[in-house]
């Protein structure tokens, strides 16, 4: 998504889901702040001191059965459809739909040990709502 993403994540074996997203939010804003500020010049309208990447709070959802990881996974592919951002969920470049669907990896890091299964219909069945 252009302004927010989703995360399907486990618990983490140390710490707790809050510092899993703060240093996940750190380190990207440090990352696009440095490269925004080093190309900045004078009168530019960015004020490299003074932007904040992120809103201070991200949402959770404890999804503890199959059947909630499955809704879940589900809402997060067909999003970037349901925006009008692109014509299907296998579309989306930082999606992890095709590796559900097809098996195929992608730009989105998948823990092959214990994936989420997504279930249903494949793809060409899909019609979007």
């Known amino acids: 998504m252009p302004e ?6 486990t618990e983490p074996e140390r710490g707790t889901q809050s510092t899993v997203m703060q240093v996940l939010k ?3 804003a440090r990352r696009i702040l440095r490269s925004k500020c080093r190309n900045s010049g004078q009168g530019e309208l960015w004020e ?3 932007v904040h990447v992120w809103q201070r709070r991200f949402y959770d959802f404890m999804a503890l059965s199959e059947k909630k990881k499955i809704e ?11 925006r009008g951002l692109v014509a299907s969920p296998e579309l989306w470049q930082w999606s992890s739909f095709r590796f ?7 730009p989105v890091f998948i823990d092959t040990k214990k994936p989420a299964e997504m279930r249903g219909p494949r793809p060409a069945d899909v019609v979007s709502r």
């Open 48 to 50: 490299c001191d003074r």
């Open 26 to 28: 750190q380190r990207f």
């Open 100 to 106: 559900y669907a097809f098996g195929e990896p992608g």
């Open 4 to 9: 927010h993403f989703h995360l399907l994540i």
């Open 72 to 82: 879940k996974l589900r809402y997060i592919h067909r999003n970037p459809v349901k």
